[in-house]
């Protein structure tokens, strides 16, 4: 089995063939194996490997990174929203104005005039009203 070589089947060496390696006396074929360059590629591969998932920067490691990264900044975005929609509500005060744009500040409600006010503090909630064109709150 080849778990890191990328060699053909037909550059396969006398060591690796399919009966085998019976002559453990004479080394000279295991030598002669470890000297090619696709098994010292091969070896490398396999330490970088090993170094990665000691060091848990795998692929799956840095998914589950970048995953709690969007979950934390989502959670911190709804936090602000309804922090604007618990004043509104105690102040029983309009929501919607005339228009649902962020940039729109004639027409803007006072949910959205909340919004942006502390956008401009909070960098999270500044790229998301980007990123979403003002719509999306």
Request: proline share 2%.
């Amino acid at each position: 089995m080849h778990l890191f070589s990328k060699t053909p089947a037909n550059s396969v060496s006398l060591f690796e063939m399919k009966q085998g390696f019976r002559k453990w006396k004479d080394s000279s074929p295991v030598v002669s194996h470890e000297q090619t360059s696709w098994h010292r590629q091969a070896f490398t591969e396999w330490k970088e490997m090993e170094m990665r998932l000691r060091e848990e920067e795998t692929i799956k490691e840095k998914l589950v990174q970048e995953i709690e990264t969007a979950r934390s900044k989502g959670h911190h975005i709804l936090t602000a929203f309804l922090a604007c929609i618990k004043l509104l509500a105690k102040r029983n005060l309009a929501f919607q104005g005339s228009s649902d744009r962020v940039d729109d500040v004639k027409g803007q409600g006072n949910f959205l005039a909340h919004v942006k006010l502390i956008a401009e503090f909070d960098p999270n909630l500044k790229v998301h009203l980007k990123k979403t064109g003002g719509r999306g709150v």
